[in-house]
């Protein structure tokens, strides 16, 4: 079945360093998502990515979209305390189609960071 | 808030047991998932509900069902209970199958 996987585990940057995570999926996604998990909270939904080779910015977030729609990247410019969290990434599976499989999760980026 | 609703928020059993976990997705949400969390562990996808149809499994456990009702609320049932099944059970929702996720607080189940 299809496989997403996430690295790195874990990040410790200083405050002001940037930071990058990466998600590959053993197969073709109709479409890649991005959650940031807070300590002590629950996923929340950042961004949605469909296009291959399309990228998306938030403020210091930057998302990629490979062009195979088989791997992705989230890349924070000069991390802040807030930017605390695990980032997962989330692929829907194609299921033939138009249609959707399962939306699996990668096993996440545990980020830290430093003042 | 997302307007996912899990209840309870906390639960504690002894292994052998039966709890169930409740959900009610956001208001016009048609899809509604269950996953699992153990310690620093990533979410593993239980099962999958679209307008009351199982959609989609995952590597759930045969101790565990769950169904989506009429109207749209989901239980998740976990049964035998055993010690490695302590973990956070979050219930997710979305308008279709394809879109953006909005998940619950999340269920912490404790088994002794």
């Known amino acids: 079945g299809q496989q997403v996987m996430q690295i790195p585990q874990y990040q410790h940057v200083q405050e002001g360093e940037d930071f990058t995570t990466y998600c590959n999926s053993s197969?073709?996604?109709?479409?890649i998502q991005w959650y940031k998990q807070r300590p002590g909270g629950h996923p929340v939904f950042l961004i949605q990515?469909?296009?291959?080779?399309e990228v998306k910015k938030q403020k210091r977030l930057t998302f990629q979209f490979g062009e195979a729609k088989k791997n992705s990247s989230l890349h924070i410019t000069a991390t802040q305390t807030t930017d605390v969290g695990t980032y997962f990434c989330?692929?829907?599976?194609?299921?033939?189609?138009?249609?959707?499989?399962?939306?699996?999760f990668g096993q996440g980026t545990i980020l830290t960071v430093h003042p | 808030d997302s307007g996912v609703t899990q209840t309870p928020k906390h639960l504690i059993t002894a292994t052998g047991q039966r709890v169930t976990l409740r959900c009610s997705p956001r208001?016009?949400?048609?899809?509604v998932y269950w996953y699992q969390q153990s310690l620093d562990q990533g979410l593993q996808f239980l099962i999958q509900?679209?307008?009351?149809?199982?959609?989609a499994k995952g590597n759930i456990l045969e101790r565990f069902s769950a169904q989506q009702f009429p109207d749209l609320h989901s239980e998740l049932n976990l049964s035998s209970l055993e010690l490695g099944d302590s973990a956070l059970y979050f219930c997710?929702?979305?308008?279709?199958?394809?879109?953006?996720?909005?998940f619950g607080e999340g269920s912490r189940l404790t088994v002794l």
């Open positions: 997710a929702s979305s308008r279709d199958v394809g879109q953006e996720l909005f």
């Open positions: 197969t073709t996604l109709s479409n």
């Open positions: 990515l469909v296009k291959s080779g």
């Open positions: 989330a692929g829907w599976e194609r299921a033939g189609g138009t249609s959707y499989g399962k939306l699996t």
């Open positions: 208001s016009g949400d048609l899809s």
């Open positions: 509900y679209y307008n009351g149809e199982e959609r």
